[in-house]
C-alpha cells in the first residue's frame, strides 16, 4: 500500500497540499506586508561623522622664563599632573645670586657708613650690630673710619687750643707790660713838667726838655702798640675759638652731605637688589596652575633658555574637555549647534564602554587645510561627561585622545533608505547624451 503511494504523481490540487502552500503563501504575504510597514514606518538615525581629539576648554597655559638662563633641572615629564606653584623647572642661580650677593654687600656698605656719618654728627656711638655677623670686616671698617675722623677732630682741636694757649699768653705779656709802660709815661710826665718849670725860670736848656718830650710821646706810642697787639690778641683768639666749633660743623656738613648722597645710592641698589632677589626666585620655573604637562623643552640638561622662552605647557586640570573634530565639506551643510552627539574614544573600546553623549558646540564659518592638502570644517563638541561610567573607575578623558564623533543631523525611514537608490536611478534615467 506504501509501495502504491510512492508510484503516485504529484497532485498539485491535493488537497492536503494546497492548504499547505495557501498557507505558506499567506504568511509570505503577511510578512512582506509587515516587512514594508516596518521599512515605512522604522527610523533610523542620519549621521555626519568627525574625526579629531580632545582638547582643553581653557586655553593651554605656555610657562616661561622671564630671564632666561641655562637649565640645571627638569623635574616635570610629559603627561605628568602637577599642582599649583609646584617646581617644574630650575635654571642655573650661580650668575644671579653672585650678581645679587654683590648688591648685598654695596647695600650693607653703604648701611654702615651712614650709620657711622649720623653717629659722628649725633656725637654718638654707632650701632652696627645689624650687620655685625654677615658683614665683621665692613663694621670694622667703618669703625676704623669712625675712629680716624674724631681723631683728625681732636687733633684739629688740640692744635687750635695750642695757637689760643699762645695768644693768649701773648696777651697776659701785654698785660704785664702794660702798667710798667703807663708808670714810665707818668715819671716822664712829672720829669717834664720839673723840666718846664726849670726851663720858664732859666735854669735848664731847651733841648732837655725836647728830649723828654720825646721820650714820653715814645711811651705813649709804646702803650699805644701794646693796645693794638692786645686787641689783635684778643681777635685771634676769638677767631680760633670759633674754629674749635667749626671744625666739627665743617666735618658734620661733610657726612650730612655724603649721608644723602650714600641713600640715594643705597635706594637704587635696593631697587636692583630686588629685581636680583626676583631673578633668583625665578629660577624656580613652577606652574601657575595644576594641570597635565602637556610639552617639555627640547633642550637638555646644561642648554640655554633664552629670555622669555617657553619651558613647559600645561594642560589646565580644572577647566573641562571638549572635543575638536574635521568635518567634511559634503556634511556641513546638515549640522547645526545644538545637534545631539555621541563621541567614540579610541583609547576606550566601544563595545565595552560606549560612547559619551554631547551637543554640537560650534562649527567654524569658514574650511582650513590640513598637512595633506584636503579641506575641512571644524566642529566642536560639547560633552555632557568627562569620564566614562563613574569617575572612580579612572576612566578620564585626558588632552589628546582621539576618537570620532556621530552627529545626530536627522532621520529618515528604513524605505526611504532603501528607495533612495531607485530614486536616483529612475531620476537620471534616460537623461544620458
Known amino acids: 500500500m506504501g509501495e502504491n503511494r510512492g508510484d503516485q504523481p504529484f497532485d498539485l490540487y491535493d488537497t492536503s497540499t494546497f492548504v499547505w502552500m495557501r498557507r505558506a503563501a499567506i504568511v509570505v504575504l503577511l510578512g512582506l506586508a509587515a516587512l514594508v510597514v516596518w521599512m515605512v514606518y522604522m527610523p533610523v538615525d542620519e549621521i555626519s561623522k568627525a574625526r579629531g581629539e580632545i582638547e582643553p576648554i581653557t586655553q593651554v597655559k605656555r610657562v616661561e622664563s622671564r630671564h632666561g638662563g641655562q637649565l640645571a633641572e627638569l623635574r616635570v615629564t610629559r603627561g605628568q599632573m602637577v599642582e599649583a606653584s609646584e617646581i617644574v623647572a630650575v635654571l642655573d642661580q650661580a650668575e644671579a645670586q653672585s650678581a645679587l650677593r654683590a648688591a ?178 625665578e629660577t624656580e620655573i613652577r606652574s601657575p596652575i595644576a594641570g597635565v604637562i602637556q610639552s617639555i623643552p627640547d633642550d637638555t640638561i646644561g642648554d640655554v633658555i633664552d629670555p622669555g622662552g617657553m619651558v613647559v605647557t600645561i594642560v589646565p586640570a580644572d577647566g573641562g574637555y571638549r572635543f575638536s573634530g574635521r568635518l567634511s565639506p559634503r556634511d556641513v551643510g546638515f549640522v547645526s549647534v545644538g545637534q545631539p552627539v555621541r563621541l567614540k574614544i579610541d583609547s576606550f573600546d566601544y563595545s565595552r564602554f560606549g560612547a559619551l553623549p554631547g551637543t554640537v558646540e560650534e562649527v567654524s564659518p569658514t574650511t582650513a587645510v590640513d598637512e595633506r592638502g584636503i579641506a575641512f570644517y571644524e566642529v566642536l563638541v560639547q560633552l555632557d561627561s568627562d569620564h566614562f561610567r563613574d569617575a572612580e573607575d579612572g576612566l578620564i578623558l585626558i588632552a589628546g585622545m582621539t576618537g570620532e564623533a556621530d552627529i545626530r543631523t536627522g532621520s529618515k525611514t528604513v524605505f526611504q533608505y532603501v528607495w533612495k537608490p531607485i530614486y536616483t536611478n529612475l531620476d537620471l534615467a534616460l537623461t544620458e547624451r
Open 104 to 281: 648685598e654687600v654695596r647695600i650693607a656698605g653703604l648701611s654702615l657708613e651712614i650709620e657711622r656719618l649720623l653717629a659722628l654728627a649725633e656725637g654718638r656711638e654707632p650701632d652696627f650690630s645689624t650687620h655685625a655677623e654677615d658683614f665683621s670686616g665692613l663694621v670694622e671698617r667703618e669703625k676704623a673710619a669712625l675712629a680716624a675722623t674724631r681723631a683728625f677732630i681732636r687733633a684739629e682741636h688740640s692744635v687750635i687750643r695750642s695757637q689760643i694757649k699762645e695768644k693768649r699768653a701773648e696777651i697776659s705779656a701785654i698785660d704785664e707790660e702794660r702798667p710798667q709802660l703807663i708808670q714810665q709815661i707818668a715819671v716822664a710826665e712829672e720829669e717834664r713838667s720839673v723840666q718846664q718849670d726849670l726851663l720858664d725860670r732859666g735854669l735848664s736848656a731847651r733841648a732837655k726838655l725836647a728830649e723828654l718830650r720825646e721820650q714820653e710821646a715814645q711811651y705813649r706810642f709804646d702803650l699805644a702798640q701794646l693796645a693794638g697787639r692786645r686787641a689783635i690778641a684778643e681777635a685771634e683768639v676769638a677767631e680760633l675759638q670759633a674754629s674749635l666749633t667749626q671744625v666739627e660743623l665743617d666735618e658734620f656738613a661733610k657726612a650730612r652731605s655724603r649721608i644723602a648722597e650714600a641713600d640715594s645710592q643705597r635706594r637704587a641698589l635696593q631697587a636692583e637688589a630686588a629685581g636680583l632677589l626676583s631673578r633668583v626666585a
